[in-house]
């Protein structure tokens, strides 16, 4: 059996375009995603120009790939219910409440493992 049989590439490539479109589309018309893209792009920042060890660099990369997955999932949730909600749902609220705080215990977390990180490097 030939690889080209096993592996299209046109549909692994029209793949790849469908999710940096969702990238794209998450930047421009999510603020939070914005703003944590911002934070994680400062963090690299420090990560290469600070002598970190290359386990606090994958904790860090580690990190910043939970909270933007999550984030990105959270926006998915709430398009989703938004698109479906004819009229205020508390349950539909409380799910929303339920997405956005997975994003929040992940961000307080890789803020706390950026200071564990970080702070050392700069005393």
């Keep these: 059996m030939k690889i080209k049989n096993i592996i299209s590439v ?6 790849f375009k469908n999710s940096f479109r969702g ?3 998450a930047f421009f018309e999510e603020q939070s995603f914005k703003i944590q ?18 386990i606090e660099r994958a904790i ?10 999550l984030e990105l999932l959270n926006s ?3 398009r989703a219910l938004d698109t479906a909600q004819f009229d205020h749902n508390p349950k539909i609220r409380d799910i929303k409440d339920l997405s956005t705080s997975a994003v929040l215990i992940a961000s ?6 950026g200071l564990f990180i970080f702070i050392p ?3």
Excluded at 10 to 15: L, M
Excluded at 37 to 54: D, R
């Design 37 to 54: 893209v911002i934070a994680a792009l400062v963090v690299v920042l420090l990560m290469f120009s600070l002598p970190l060890h290359s």
């Design 108 to 113: 307080v977390g890789a803020l706390v493992i």
């Design 23 to 25: 990238l794209r589309v």
């Design 76 to 78: 998915q949730i709430e």
């Design 60 to 69: 860090l990369i580690l990190a910043i790939t939970v909270v933007l997955s």
């Design 121 to 123: 490097y700069l005393t």
């Design 10 to 15: 046109r549909k692994q490539a029209n793949s």
